[in-house]
């Protein structure tokens, strides 16, 4: 199994531009979540999904959208992307809602 | 406020000494508390993961204590190595209606040199 993959690895966007980040898993987990970490800051929790179909808001929604058409992927949309949008993105996938979450290896995202 | 604080923010030690990383949470209604181990570039790993109602588990060098009462748990490392030098974080998982809602310490970034 490769788990949770996440593409890119890094990005730079101007400011304004759009992009989807990329999350998929391989282990049929119904939870899966977004992530930012910026520098010196503990993971904030931006949307999550409970099932395909399924999404709600974190802690940091703002300038983010997300989908989750089938179990195993689950895309971030930056729509109009702004400089304190600059973080490091990971992507957590967990088969119950209490159970441990496993996370991708991230995308650093650059906005200039 | 739910909050999760650690210490100490930085700590080096040399090769084989022993190390002992703080936690203090303030989330309720608490559900489990974790720890994760994040090295540089990549996402967190978990390393244990503690309910109510367990005070201690170990995972080979890695030993994880919690007092629900005081709302404290440690990660103590024995043996360091230098493959341990990353960041280590505790997440306290809080109860809600939906969905699983996780708030993360800081990390203590770890360096352990020859």
Same mark, same amino acid.
């Given at each position: ?41 503990? #993971? ?7 099932? @395909? ?14 989908? %989750? =058409? ?5 895309? *971030? ?6 400089? &304190?949008?600059?973080? +490091? ?7 119950? %809602?209490?159970? $441990? ?7 650093? #995202?650059? +906005? *200039? | ?9 930085? #700590? !080096? ?14 989330? =309720?209604?608490?559900?489990? #508390? %974790? ?13 244990? !993961?503690?309910?109510? &109602? $367990? ?12 007092? @629900? ?7 103590? !490392?024995? @043996?360091?190595? *230098? ?7 505790? +997440?306290?998982?809080? +109860?809600?209606?939906?969905? &699983? ?14």
């Amino acid at each position: 199994n490769a788990g949770v993959t996440q593409t890119p690895k890094f990005r730079i966007l101007k400011i304004g531009q759009s992009m989807t980040l990329q999350c998929t898993q391989d282990m049929n987990h119904n939870y899966m979540y977004w992530y930012r970490q910026d520098p010196g800051m503990g #993971l904030k929790l931006i949307y999550y999904s409970v099932g @395909a179909g399924i999404t709600d808001k974190g802690e940091v929604p703002n300038g983010y959208n997300v989908s %989750r =058409s089938t179990t195993e992927d689950f895309p *971030l949309r930056l729509e109009l992307a702004a400089p &304190s949008q600059t973080s +490091v993105y990971f992507c957590a996938s967990s088969p119950e %809602r209490y159970n $441990e979450q496993f996370f991708g290896p991230g995308t650093r #995202l650059t +906005v *200039l | 406020k739910n909050q999760v604080e650690q210490s100490p923010q930085s #700590l !080096i030690i040399l090769e084989g000494k022993n190390c002992t990383l703080q936690c203090n949470y303030t989330v =309720s209604p608490f559900s489990n #508390l %974790r720890w994760y181990k994040q090295d540089t570039g990549r996402g967190p790993v978990s390393l244990t !993961i503690m309910t109510f &109602s $367990e005070n201690t588990k170990s995972n080979g060098r890695y030993t994880a204590t919690l007092d @629900a009462d005081t709302k404290q748990s440690s990660l103590h !490392i024995t @043996a360091s190595q *230098l493959s341990d030098s990353a960041s280590y974080i505790c +997440v306290v998982s809080r +109860v809600e209606t939906s969905g &699983s809602r996780l708030t993360f310490g800081e990390g203590t970034q770890l360096t352990v040199n020859p």
